[in-house]
């Protein structure tokens, strides 16, 4: 996973947008006061205002503040009036469930103007889980359309009620959100991009002695590339981290999904080569000489083949994977 930037206005922005009506999606205040007004004797009426009474805070709250609401939930026993793991194989929505899921209305959310809003509040064009796929949407005649899915930190089937919540909305890729599915996740045991990211506590490396290997013959052996995912220094014997980075790279299955890349990696060695120190100079030059004035940043993304840069990293798929085989290579 890597860091998803946001900026508070933009949190706030959002749930006037989600609770105002607009177009085809109603907003979630006037349908749960409907709901109430139609329901006076529902014994799970409570549930239903008290949610209409934290909405905002439901919308907005950081993903601490979501669990400590996920905890409350449980506490007071409105969680398993919501969703009763006992119906079905792996649980099921009870009928406030349901009408909570039909309320927030998720999928009528993601075919609006206010998901397009959401996503270009964050300008992300890559999968902020595995960083291997772009999550793009495109223009139509008359609409926009989102080409990507937003994962459910916590699950939307499980908890209705945050299917809508700022934080809780993840930009990512189809393989992702199927891999994580409707597990249940917990702060404690794994990354969240909206607090911390894999790009912090890991990065990735070459192992020398397979690019040895792969010199010998460089047009047929770019499979006997290897590179392993290691720990950040800082975080050594950390428990925590540890366990949060063992459960990202399982659930998510980094490293089988990199295994698809030695090419890029071969690129990137060989381009490690090819732009030493005095050959950099002669491109510098080069732009130089023809009038095109190129900053370092933009220099580094030319030498690299992708952003370098910690902020740009959703810019483009695969940027943390060739910036850390770059940094590692001493490319820079």
């Not at 009870?94 to 998901?115: E, H, M, P, V």
């Not at 902020?311 to 490319?331: C, S, T």
């Amino acid at each position: 996973m890597i860091p998803i930037k946001f900026n508070n206005s933009n949190v706030s922005q959002y749930y006037k947008k989600i609770d105002t009506t607009d177009g085809n999606y109603k907003s979630i205040s006037s349908k749960l006061q409907k709901w109430i007004n139609a329901n006076s004797g529902n014994s799970d009426i409570d549930i239903a205002r008290d949610i209409k009474k934290k909405l905002k805070s439901i919308i907005t709250s950081t993903p601490k503040g979501l669990e400590l609401i996920i905890n409350e939930y449980n506490t007071n026993g409105f969680q398993s009036r919501v969703f009763d793991p006992a119906l079905g194989k792996n649980g099921e929505l009870t009928s406030i469930g349901k009408a909570l899921k039909d309320i927030f209305n998720y999928k009528s959310f993601r075919q609006s103007k206010k998901a397009i809003w959401f996503s270009d509040s964050l300008s992300i064009k890559s999968c902020a889980t595995c960083n291997s796929q772009y999550t793009l949407k495109t223009s139509q005649i008359k609409s926009v359309k989102l080409l990507f899915h937003l994962d459910h930190y916590f699950p939307k089937s499980v908890y209705p009620y945050l299917s809508l919540s700022y934080y809780n909305l993840i930009p990512c890729c189809a393989s992702c959100n199927m891999s994580k599915s409707n597990k249940p996740f917990s702060l404690l045991e794994n990354i969240h991009p909206y607090i911390e990211s894999f790009h912090n506590i890991a990065k990735f490396n070459l192992d020398r002695a397979s690019l040895a290997d792969f010199l010998i013959d460089p047009n047929k052996n770019e499979d006997k590339i290897n590179y392993c995912v290691e720990i950040r220094a800082k975080y050594f014997g950390n428990s925590i981290f540890e366990t949060k980075l063992e459960n990202y790279l399982r659930e998510f299955r980094i490293n089988e999904q990199y295994e698809q890349f030695k090419d890029i990696a071969s690129e990137t060695y060989l381009r490690s080569r090819y732009y030493h120190k005095k050959r950099r100079n002669e491109v510098r030059d080069f732009f130089h000489g023809s009038g095109i004035n190129i900053d370092d940043e933009l220099f580094r993304r030319f030498v690299l083949g992708n952003y370098h840069q910690d902020k740009d990293l959703l810019k483009r798929p695969l940027a943390k994977f060739m910036r850390d085989i770059g940094e590692d290579l001493n490319m820079f």
